[in-house]
């Protein structure tokens, strides 16, 4: 497996570039951080991750090595290849991507092309725990980066109504439960459940 390839910049566009590394020319998929962060001519390097299929071998090519494991993360979800994978971290950095799914944060997560709530709530619940703890969560110190009290309780109604429970009725139940900060979405949505299910 090709892991890091160094050589000539040949060819540079917005989704991919090809690099000319001792005569040969590899071509390498990258998001939109590569592409303005590239250079146009010269010298490069960059990580990559070879993708294997049935039909073809493609490689993707990544500035940080965060950014490659974060693509590699993405693609092991079902139903996100990694064309979406890189379409994501086209429109997102690695750090606030982290962030959104450690948080919770399904309403950013859903607003990158291609993610629908379902996928968000998806990445959520399946990545939560091999993103870990993201560094500078937390700038003001006060918690409010690290837990959208106000936007995970949002989230959690909006799931409850599309499980079939009246929106009044959810937000009274998560009125009544005892919610710190340190709780996931996951589960205030579940202690909800089982509150509603009584």
């Given at each position: 497996?090709i892991a890091?390839?160094?050589?000539?910049l040949?060819?540079?566009?917005?989704?991919?570039v090809?690099?000319?590394?001792?005569?040969v020319?590899?071509?390498?998929f990258?998001?939109?951080?590569?592409?303005?962060s590239?250079?146009?001519?010269g010298?490069?390097?960059l990580?990559t991750?070879?993708?294997?299929?049935e039909?073809?071998?493609?490689l993707?090519?990544?500035?940080?090595v965060?950014?490659?494991?974060?693509?590699v993360?993405?693609?092991?979800?079902?139903?996100?290849?990694?064309?979406?994978?890189?379409?994501?971290?086209?429109?997102?950095?690695?750090?606030?991507?982290?962030?959104?799914?450690?948080?919770?944060?399904?309403?950013?997560l859903?607003?990158?092309?291609g993610i629908?709530?379902?996928?968000?709530?998806?990445?959520?619940?399946?990545?939560?725990?091999?993103?870990g703890?993201?560094?500078?969560e937390?700038?003001?110190?006060?918690g409010?980066?690290?837990?959208?009290?106000?936007?995970?309780?949002a989230?959690?109604?909006?799931?409850?109504?599309?499980?079939g429970y009246k929106?009044?009725?959810a937000r009274?139940?998560?009125?009544?439960?005892?919610?710190?900060?340190?709780?996931?979405?996951?589960?205030?949505?579940?202690?909800?459940?089982?509150?509603?299910?009584?």
């Amino acid at each position: 497996m090709i892991a890091l390839l160094r050589g000539k910049l040949a060819y540079k566009s917005i989704d991919h570039v090809i690099i000319d590394v001792g005569g040969v020319g590899y071509r390498l998929f990258i998001p939109l951080s590569s592409f303005y962060s590239l250079p146009e001519t010269g010298e490069v390097s960059l990580f990559t991750h070879t993708h294997v299929r049935e039909d073809t071998l493609s490689l993707y090519g990544f500035q940080t090595v965060e950014e490659k494991d974060l693509f590699v993360t993405l693609i092991s979800i079902s139903g996100i290849g990694p064309k979406l994978a890189v379409n994501i971290l086209s429109h997102s950095s690695a750090h606030d991507l982290k962030t959104a799914i450690a948080t919770g944060d399904i309403k950013s997560l859903s607003s990158l092309p291609g993610i629908g709530k379902k996928t968000a709530e998806r990445l959520v619940l399946e990545l939560k725990d091999k993103v870990g703890p993201v560094k500078g969560e937390d700038p003001l110190g006060d918690g409010s980066a690290r837990f959208p009290a106000r936007e995970m309780i949002a989230d959690v109604v909006s799931a409850l109504v599309n499980l079939g429970y009246k929106e009044n009725q959810a937000r009274k139940v998560l009125e009544n439960m005892e919610l710190s900060p340190e709780l996931s979405m996951e589960q205030v949505l579940k202690g909800a459940l089982k509150v509603l299910i009584r």
